[in-house]
């Protein structure tokens, strides 16, 4: 028994030595760690000052470039107001007035602007950078290239032409230069961007442009017939119209290439007008692809199935053939058995975009060129001579 109660007795003693420390005077209780609120992160703002550095010698070189180029093509900058007379269910005949830019184009006092800057315009006229404002003539205008030229009797002294260079030398990232009056109220305001795309081709309410130079440089309405510049103040372009679901500028602007103002204007201040090559084929057709050749059986798997012709075109005195019968391709009628027209001139032609670019851009009226088709089975060539697009069809 002594044996077994001795472990006993010493638990219990240690227990009771336990307690009286915890309890000793002086002595806390120990006090469990929880867990508290996590305490906001402190944020130190450091505001930056950035110290200026050196303004490099190229983009003093590239400022002076642009004063320059402002301060010798300004003078030569216009701006044009038309009035037009409009006819109104409740008011019967109106006048409206209308704005636009134009340039010096020689001492002689012609005005290049955009076709549709003056269109039906009774009256036109030309206001100088210094408060003065001459009466203007129409002399020529071309439709199809939105180009016109006026002419103004006198202008101030000392204003120099513009200097015209070649759009062909261009290169997608150059610096493009805007000059104009937007809006008909800023006079002759400067934007600059660069050349964003070359060889557009866009439709307008009126026409095809083709060849057509892309800009991100700021054009707006009223900007339209002024001159898109390079670094060095040369002509480039002839600002036409712009890309906007808004009406105002997004970055889209397209001017007519200076090449094209160059050949077109000459012949506007001789004649009045603008001959275009004519075909005379009627874009009715159809341009080939494989499926639909397939579907239609037809040797080919490109080119322009052609459907109808004006009469005494040149297509027409070549001996061109039209649709010869109607069939049904799904729920589509296709007129077929004309010829198919794949070649002019040895160019490849699978589009009637292309073959009107190149009867625009590469052939004049009076020239011959030759036409390759195919008819039934049988490639053959037709040759005629291209004749001036009638006025109904301008």
């Known amino acids: 028994m002594r044996t077994t109660a001795l472990p006993f007795l010493l638990a219990c003693l240690l227990l009771l030595s336990v307690g009286l ?40 070189t590239l400022e002076a470039q642009r004063i320059a180029v402002y301060e010798r093509a300004a003078p030569a900058v216009v701006n044009i107001t038309t009035q037009v007379l409009r006819t109104s269910f409740f008011y019967g005949v109106i006048p409206e007035e209308g704005s636009g830019s134009g340039f010096v184009w020689d001492t002689a006092g012609y005005i290049v602007t955009n076709h549709h800057v003056i269109a039906n315009a009774q009256k036109v006229e030309v206001s100088f950078s210094d408060d003065f404002t001459a009466a203007a003539t129409v002399i020529g205008s071309d439709p199809v290239n939105d180009l016109a030229v006026l002419r103004v009797e006198s202008m101030p002294p000392g204003i120099a032409p513009l200097t015209v260079g070649s759009s062909s030398q261009l290169k ?78 997004a970055g889209v602007g397209l001017a007519i290439p200076s090449d094209k103002v160059q050949r077109v204007v000459p012949v506007l201040i001789r004649d009045g007008r603008y001959p275009h090559p004519w075909l005379g084929v009627e874009e009715l057709g159809y341009e080939l692809t494989p499926a639909l050749a397939k579907a239609l059986r ?25 649709a010869q019968r109607e069939v049904v391709v799904g729920n589509r009628r296709y007129q077929v058995g004309g010829d198919i027209i794949t070649e002019v001139d040895g160019r490849s032609v ?40 009638p006025e109904s069809l301008r």
């Not at 915890?22 to 006090?31: D, V």
């Not at 190149?358 to 037709?382: A, N």
Request: proline share 8%.
């Open 21 to 60: 420390a915890c309890s000793a005077p002086g002595l806390a209780a120990p006090t469990l760690l929880t867990p508290g609120p996590t305490p906001e992160p402190q944020v130190i703002i450091v505001v930056a000052t950035p110290t200026p550095g050196p303004v490099t010698e190229s983009a003093v």
């Open 172 to 249: 997608v990232g150059q610096t493009a230069i805007v000059l104009g009056n937007p809006f008909g109220r800023f006079e002759r305001t400067m934007t600059v961007g660069v050349i964003s795309a070359l060889n557009r081709t866009i439709q307008t309410d009126s026409t095809v442009l083709r060849g057509v130079i892309q800009t991100d440089a700021a054009i707006n309405r009223g900007n339209s017939g002024g001159p898109l510049l390079d670094l060095r103040g040369r002509l480039i372009g002839v600002n036409s119209a712009i890309y906007s679901p808004t009406g105002a500028s």
């Open 298 to 322: 037809l040797p080919v798997e490109r080119g322009l199935l052609v459907a109808r012709l004006y009469r005494n075109s040149p297509a027409d005195q070549a001996g061109m053939r039209i």
């Open 350 to 389: 699978a589009t009637w975009e292309k073959l009107g670019a190149y009867l625009d851009e590469s052939c004049e009226v009076g020239q011959t060129i030759t036409l390759t088709i195919i008819r039934d089975e049988t490639t053959m060539t037709l040759t005629t001579k291209l004749q001036d697009t």
